[in-house]
């Protein structure tokens, strides 16, 4: 795969032009959503986002719970670096993190190896479970951020849910 992927980057260079998109997204729009590989293409065109819109912050179920953790450093770095006066936190149906079990992670992990012990270490149940439905889940996120200490309240925040069957982006909340 690396070999394909640097032989994909000599044709980009030698065909492509870089089209000159600004780090500071112009919309002053950031958007977190699920790292779900159909809403690569499919969210920003849903959304009429091209490069430069937005700063785009993607995880599994587009879901923040810890109010200190990696997800919240980026909301924190695009509110105070980029200029980012809203944001859009977007979960979707058809989510396969909200699938995930605790104990089929166990097993997952052991099928490729990983030592018993390492797995008992680590706090599987509370850190891999499955999340909430989208509309939950999404709102839990919302109310997260907009309560955040961190937050300006200038800063608007809001939910949506998109249904990756139908392309509809459907509002459910915002602070």
């Known amino acids: 795969m690396s070999d394909r992927l640097l032989e994909n980057n000599r044709v980009f260079l030698g065909s492509a032009e870089m089209e000159d998109a600004p780090k500071v997204p112009r919309m002053g729009l950031a958007v977190i959503s699920c790292m779900d590989a159909r809403l690569t293409r499919l969210l920003p065109w849903a959304l009429g986002i091209r490069d ?99 937050i300006p309240s200038d800063v608007a925040v809001r939910g949506y849910v998109f249904d990756t069957r139908s392309g509809r982006l459907t509002a459910i909340g915002a602070s």
């Open 52 to 150: 430069g819109d937005a700063a785009m912050i993607r995880n599994s179920g587009a879901s923040i719970r810890d109010p200190y953790g990696d997800t919240m450093h980026s909301v924190l770095i695009a509110v105070y670096e980029l200029g980012v006066t809203e944001i859009a936190v977007i979960g979707h149906t058809d989510c396969g993190a909200r699938k995930v079990t605790a104990d089929g992670m166990r097993e997952h992990m052991k099928a490729r190896g990983i030592d018993e012990a390492a797995i008992e270490s680590a706090d599987i149940d509370g850190w891999l479970n499955g999340l909430a439905g989208p509309k939950d889940e999404v709102m839990s996120t919302v109310r997260l951020i907009s309560g955040h200490p961190l």
